[in-house]
Nanobody, 128 residues
């Protein structure tokens, strides 16, 4: 059982940067692919990015490609999301999530129903 706790959210001006972290406990992230999702009130969760178990492959939604960077430290059991050039449309609650996946797997899930474990979320608000 993996427990996930996000941190790093906050208020930032458009064009600014934030770095989100997701600390995992209860299991090693060496056995999990990890992703970030976001959600605004009244809408479903939107996939943002996923990294494979090994950290070798990363995938991004078109809306964040080139601006966001996902990384995973399997030693420290931490997932991160560096967010640059933030826009008003990035305002949302951000969630980290995980699902068990073999080390060598390079394909990932982007549907939230495939993820078994979720954090409580951290709010990111981008102001003009």
């Amino acid at each position: 059982q993996v427990q996930l706790v996000e941190s790093g959210g906050g208020l930032v001006q458009a064009g600014g940067s934030l770095r989100l972290s997701c600390a995992a406990s209860g299991a090693s992230l060496r056995n999990y692919a990890m992703g970030w999702f976001r959600q605004v009130p009244g809408k479903g969760r939107e996939w943002v990015s996923t990294i494979t178990t090994s950290g070798e492959k990363t995938y991004y939604a078109e809306a964040v490609k080139g601006r966001f960077s996902i990384s995973k430290d399997n030693e420290k059991n931490i997932l991160s999301l560096q967010m640059d050039s933030l826009t008003l449309e990035d305002t949302a609650t951000y969630y980290c999530a995980a699902y068990p996946s073999p080390w060598s797997t390079v394909l990932v899930y982007v549907g939230d129903s495939q993820y078994n474990y979720w954090g409580q979320g951290t709010q990111v608000t981008v102001s003009s």
